[in-house]
Structures are given as C-alpha cells and as structure tokens.
C-alpha cells in the first residue's frame, strides 16, 4: 500500500469477508453501515477499500474518485448529482463513507500542497543561509539560538531558540525592506 498521493484516491478491492473485526466494528460502529451493506471504507493512508462483490462497483469507483477530486465551489451542483447517484447504487447509509472519504481527501490534500510548497520554502531559505553566511550574520543567529536555548517557557519547556531565529530573520528581512525602500526614495 503506496498510501496518499496527490492525483486522485487509491483503491483496494476486497470482500465484505476479508475485512478484519477492527474493520467491521469500524464500518458498523463508526459509519453505521450494516456488513451486508458494505460497499467502501477508509483503509490505512487514505486508501479506499471497496467491496469487489457489490453490483456497480467500477462505476462506485468512478463515483468516489469525482467527489473526492472536486475543489472548485463553482461545481457543488455536480457533487450533489454524484451524491444523488452514489445514494441511489448503494444505500443512504452509505453517503456517509462517501462524504468523509471526501473530507479526508481534500484534507490530505491540502496537507500534500502545503508541504510541498514548505520544501519549496525551505530550497529558498537554503540559498538565502549561504547569502547570509556572506554578511556575517551566521555568528548574530547563534548567537540568538543559544539564547533562547534554555529558556524556560509559561508551559515549563525549554528550546526557544529556534523561535528566536525566526523572529530575527523575520525582523531582519523588515529592516532590509525599509533599507530598500529608503535607498530607492534617495534615488
């Protein structure tokens, strides 16, 4: 099992009889489908188990993949007709699996994007450091790590001193832009 990916669900296949107890009671329990009932759950990682001897499966597939895939708000009607159609091949109690596996989605979606534009960030502070190292200001940073290093804080740790270099880099980087800005003016 690959776990989340960006581009769409991932699907398993299985019977309503290869499902574990912690699967069962999960089914039964958590989303209140009754066993013979069973056409999909959440699985591990944001996997999709659909029961591959449900009627209309493939299109169920279709189905999930559509709803789950949808960000755009313009496109509600189309979500609700993909709900209605969902609702009419299964069962109402089903629409709730549906609905959040649609949830979870775009919530680890959303978790994907940020975490890539994160790395993305950090490639940028990283050609920034070697930029900095130039201007001396590497001694002033561990400086200000070492002490926040120990300093208590109001809920009894310690560490701050990461919280410290941001701030500094966050103040420096102000104070370049009003340098900037004030250069510019004198021009």
Not at 18 to 42: C, I, N, T
């Amino acid at each position: 099992m690959s776990g989340f990916h960006l581009l769409e669900p991932e699907f398993e296949f299985c019977s309503k009889e290869e499902l574990s107890k912690g699967l069962m009671w999960q089914l039964e329990e958590g989303y209140h489908v009754p066993l013979d009932e069973f056409v999909a759950l959440p699985y591990d990682g944001g996997i999709i188990l659909l029961n591959m001897d449900y009627p209309n499966i493939q299109r169920i597939r279709e189905i999930f993949t559509e709803y789950c895939t949808i960000d755009n708000p313009h496109r509600q009607r189309r979500l609700e007709n993909l709900y209605v159609e969902f609702r009419e091949l299964t069962s109402q109690s089903n629409t709730w699996v549906l609905s959040r596996m649609r949830f979870l989605y775009q919530e680890r979606r959303r978790d994907a994007q940020e975490r890539a534009e994160a790395q993305e960030t950090i490639k940028q502070f990283r050609k920034c450091r070697i930029t900095s190292k130039k201007n001396g200001k590497e001694k002033i940073i561990k400086a200000v790590y070492d002490i926040g290093w120990n300093e208590k804080t109001v809920q009894g740790g310690t560490q701050k001193g990461a919280e410290y270099c941001f701030l500094y880099g966050y103040l420096s980087a102000l104070n370049d832009m009003k340098n900037q800005e004030e250069r510019r003016e004198k021009l």
